[in-house]
Each structure stands twice: as structure tokens, then as C-alpha cells.
Antibody, heavy 118, light 109 residues
Framework: QLQLQESGPGLVKSSETLSLTCTVSGGSISSSSYYWGWIRQPPGKGLEWIGNVFYSGNIYYNQSLKSRVTISVDMSKNQFSLEVSSVTAADTAVYYC??????????WGQGTLVTVSS | EIVLTQSPATLSLSPGERATLSCRASQSVSSYLAWYQQKPGQAPRLLIFNTSNRATGIPARFSGSGSGTDFTLTISSLEPEDFAVYYCQQRSNWPPSLTFGGGTKVEIK
């Protein structure tokens, strides 16, 4: 059974860089059938797509976040990662990692809350 | 960027009733429209992909329809576990991207 698990600091200071890792178990991140990606959800609000990565290195970002976001993949560890630079309070959210088959999110991690403090 | 508008924002219904949720796109999304269910404290769960295909393990009371810019998620007879927030999502081919609608909350009347 494929599982995804987010990990990283739950508290980040304003203007610093938020870094999260998603560990995939029960399946290989190098599958040619799937993209892997990040989505966030501010408290009490809706879902926002951040970006997707393919194991070969193709990466697609939400244009509104592209200047501050980096997504990478580490096949040796079966992980992919997210960095968001110059964070503000508006970046406070639950961050989810997910598997995307034909750009449908068919497996999700449980999510991790990241709070940006001043 | 394609904008998805969901209506109504909140739907108040009783168990056993039929729920009809709408998702309207600002331009055609072909058939690349998916629906997710999210319960409090949980990650979203894929219900429907490509407009009308149920994801693995999704009960037959959930169905999707539509084309172009207007899409509908129907729950034929609400079960207690169906009270949740529902999101639609579309994919754009180039550049590849995803957007979500703002959500519809289905609450117990």
C-alpha cells in the first residue's frame, strides 16, 4: 500500500525558507506513470496547488509561487522535497504531498501544519 | 489561468437526500475535471476523475457529469459519512498546471 509522509519544521520565521520532505513508501518514486507534488491549505481555506515533479526532473510550478518555490526529487531516498523562500504569514498552511496519476491526486499524505512566525 | 467557481458554498441537506454540486470553469477544461472529498483534519480524497470516472473504492452513489465549462457532482442519497467539503480540480495542458475550486460544504440540515 503506497504511503506518503510529510516531514519538516512546524514553525518557520518570517523571511526565512520553509523546507519539507515527502517520503514515499510502498512504491517507487521513479515510476513513469506518476508525478509527485505539493499542495497547501491555509487554515479554514481552500486548496492551492504548488507544483509537481517527475522522477526524470521535469518540474511544473504554480506561476503565482514560482519565484519562491523549488521542488526536487531524490530517487535514492524515494523522497521529494519543497522549499519556499522569503516566507510570510500568508504561507502559514497545512502542506500536503501527493501522487498525481494523469494529474489526478490519487494518494495524499496526511499533511503537516507549517506556521510562519514573526 | 482557468478559474473554477463552485456553488453553492454551503448545501444543507438531510441523510437520504440527493446532493447536487456545481463547478463552473472560466474557460473550457475539456473533460479534465476531478472531484475530491475532504473531511475535517483529513487530506482530500479523490472521488471522480476525467469528469465521470469513479476512483478506486468510491461508492456508486457518487457520480460526475458535464463538459466544457459546466460540471456536476451528484450524491444520489446522502450517507452520514458524506457530510464534508467537496472540491473540483482541473488540469491545464500547457503549461501543465492545476487549479482547485473554492469548495462546497455539505452539512447536515
Amino acid at each position: 500500500q503506497l504511503q506518503l509522509q510529510e516531514s519538516g519544521p512546524g514553525l518557520v520565521k518570517s523571511s526565512e525558507t520553509l523546507s519539507l520532505t515527502c517520503t514515499v513508501s510502498g512504491g517507487s518514486i521513479s515510476s513513469s506513470s506518476y508525478y509527485w507534488g505539493w499542495i497547501r491549505q491555509p487554515p479554514g481555506k481552500g486548496l492551492e496547488w504548488i507544483g509537481n515533479v517527475f522522477y526524470s526532473g521535469n518540474i511544473y510550478y504554480n506561476q503565482s509561487l514560482k519565484s519562491r518555490v523549488t521542488i526536487s526529487v531524490d530517487m535514492s531516498k524515494n523522497q521529494f522535497s519543497l522549499e519556499v523562500s522569503s516566507v510570510t504569514a500568508a504561507d502559514t498552511a497545512v502542506y500536503y504531498c501527493a501522487r498525481w496519476g494523469n494529474w489526478n491526486g490519487d494518494r495524499w499524505g496526511q499533511g503537516t501544519l507549517v506556521t510562519v512566525s514573526s | 489561468e482557468i478559474v473554477l467557481t463552485q456553488s453553492p458554498a454551503t448545501l444543507s441537506l438531510s441523510p437520504g437526500e440527493r446532493a447536487t454540486l456545481s463547478c463552473r470553469a472560466s474557460q473550457s477544461v475539456s473533460s479534465y475535471l476531478a472531484w475530491y472529498q475532504q473531511k475535517p483534519g483529513q487530506a482530500p480524497r479523490l472521488l471522480i476523475f476525467n469528469t465521470s470516472n469513479r476512483a478506486t473504492g468510491i461508492p456508486a452513489r457518487f457520480s460526475g457529469s458535464g463538459s466544457g465549462t459546466d460540471f456536476t457532482l451528484t450524491i444520489s442519497s446522502l450517507e452520514p459519512e458524506d457530510f464534508a467539503v467537496y472540491y473540483c480540480q482541473q488540469r491545464s495542458n500547457w503549461p501543465p498546471s492545476l487549479t482547485f475550486g473554492g469548495g462546497t460544504k455539505v452539512e447536515i440540515k
